[in-house]
């Protein structure tokens, strides 16, 4: 595989990595369009992500760092809020719902924006936030168990 890179229109950097057929394949770096920030850094497979890599906010800071396929959040992984604390750890599952980040959670730990758990357990549904089976935490300090008789 060669490496090389692949600038937008506006002759920005977009991609610097592994190529192969003159798209993003293999270990590479996603660029925003101003060239500078990072959107993505890991493997690639035919233009998109695929495998272990890390999703940036436009502002810098890291929103997702785990398995994907294509543009999809998929298994093992972590998502942040933009203020850097835990969204989400755990497992996810193919979404389909198209957009950068789609994904479902399947099992794991749900976070408040400051950093408190708000649920561990199974999720079901269509919506990340449909809980199956396990502990939700209000932000009052009450705990309700959900999915256990």
Excluded at 6 to 24: Q, R, T, V
Excluded at 128 to 145: A, P, S
Aim: glycine share 16%; proline share 1%; with cysteine.
């Amino acid at each position: 595989m060669k490496k090389g890179r692949i600038y937008y229109d506006n002759g920005n950097l977009k991609y610097d990595g592994e190529l192969k057929n003159n798209e993003p394949h293999g270990e590479g770096i996603g660029y925003w369009e101003n060239g500078i920030d990072v959107w993505f850094k890991g493997t690639f497979k035919n233009g998109k992500p695929f495998g272990k890599g890390k999703f940036y906010y436009n502002t810098g800071q890291l929103r997702y760092e785990g398995e994907f396929e294509g543009l999809e959040y998929v298994g093992q992984g972590t998502e942040y809020y933009e203020n850097g604390h835990v969204k989400f750890t755990g497992r996810f599952r193919k979404c389909h719902y198209f957009f950068y980040g789609a994904r479902l959670y399947v099992e794991g730990k749900l976070y408040y924006k400051t950093g408190k758990l708000r649920y561990e357990g199974t999720f079901k549904g269509f919506k990340n936030y449909e809980f199956d089976t396990g502990t939700e935490y209000l932000e009052d300090d009450r705990i309700i168990v959900h999915g256990r008789d």
